[in-house]
């Protein structure tokens, strides 16, 4: 079964003071995915539940040394689940019966380092496996084929690929990871250069934070050095797979499908404007 990769570490200074103590992973947005009613979920939550539904049942979180509220979220209750009645008590007691059936590990990362150290902390976890990375202040909603299952299927369809990409059209680069790409097929890409943030980008597309890869990446997270804003970026390792000749793909958003980003007080707010329209 594929492991799942989960990065909740970030700061979230961009939503200051909200998440001065509470972790911009666990923003609320709306959701009646789950549910009969419309209610409020913590984001995280939600794409814990949405990778559940696809049947993923092993998680690796990596938290930031103080996010402790992430954890004690997803550690079950009982004594608070007793005190509740009525569909609130049905909504948390089927929340817990999936914790109880998945396998939670959870990785500190103790300083912000950057994407790609939260990756790598990773590595013990994932073994020699294939993993999907997925941030923690970012999903996808979609009504039909999730992108997870169509990078699932793009791996599966061409094995010597070492990373699949999911991107989309931008229109601020320097929120992004920028690929330079050619064209395969209908919604295909070959990858040939990625640049994090680039003040003069190649292309119109953008990185979105969910990815599917092979082991290999471990190696070439451990070679990089830090870039954009003294990090360790992600992006940077994904360079050096290219540079080492390996192939990395890419796949785009489709029409229906749209982006739920909690970075920003902009993205923020139509996140909530979205959930609530579709909830």
């Given at each position: 079964m594929t492991k799942i990769v989960i990065t909740a570490?970030?700061?979230?200074?961009?939503?200051?003071?909200?998440?001065?103590?509470?972790p911009k992973e666990m923003m609320p947005i709306?959701?009646?995915?789950?549910?009969?009613?419309?209610?409020?979920?913590?984001?995280?939550?939600?794409?814990?539940?949405q990778l559940y539904s696809m049947n993923f049942r092993d998680y690796c979180f990596v938290v930031g040394r103080e996010k402790r509220s992430i954890e004690d979220h997803f550690t079950p209750h009982e004594t608070y689940l007793k005190?509740?009645?009525?569909?609130?008590?049905?909504?948390?007691?089927?929340?817990?019966?999936k914790l109880d059936n998945s396998h939670l590990v959870w990785i500190n990362q103790n300083k912000p380092l950057g994407f790609g150290d939260a990756v790598k902390r990773a590595e013990r976890y994932v073994g020699k496996e294939d993993f999907i990375v997925h941030a923690g202040d970012v999903t996808i909603i979609s009504r039909l084929k999730h992108p997870i299952v169509r990078l699932m299927e793009t791996a599966k369809n061409n094995p010597d690929a070492k990373a699949i990409l999911l991107c989309k059209k931008i229109k601020e680069p320097k929120r992004y990871g920028v690929p330079t790409?050619?064209?395969?097929?209908?919604?295909?890409?070959?990858?040939?250069?990625?640049?994090?943030?680039?003040?003069?980008p190649k292309s119109d597309f953008g990185i979105l934070p969910l990815y599917y890869f092979r082991p290999d990446i471990?190696?070439?997270?451990?070679?990089?050095?830090?870039?954009?804003?003294?990090?360790?970026?992600?992006?940077?390792?994904?360079?050096?797979?290219?540079?080492?000749?390996?192939?990395?793909?890419?796949?785009?958003?489709?029409?229906?499908?749209?982006?739920?980003?909690?970075?920003?007080?902009?993205?923020?707010?139509?996140s909530q404007e979205i959930t609530f329209r579709k909830a």
């Open positions: 570490a970030g700061k979230g200074t961009r939503l200051l003071p909200f998440t001065k103590e509470m709306f959701s009646q995915t789950f549910t009969k009613n419309k209610v409020v979920l913590p984001l995280l939550q939600y794409i814990y539940e005190e509740l009645t009525g569909d609130y008590k049905k909504i948390i007691r089927n929340f817990y019966q790409v050619n064209k395969l097929s209908n919604n295909l890409f070959l990858v040939k250069k990625v640049v994090e943030k680039p003040d003069k471990f190696s070439s997270l451990k070679k990089i050095k830090k870039g954009k804003g003294k990090e360790f970026q992600l992006t940077d390792a994904i360079q050096d797979l290219i540079k080492q000749k390996q192939k990395v793909l890419a796949i785009t958003l489709n029409k229906n499908e749209e982006e739920i980003d909690v970075g920003t007080v902009e993205s923020y707010k139509n």
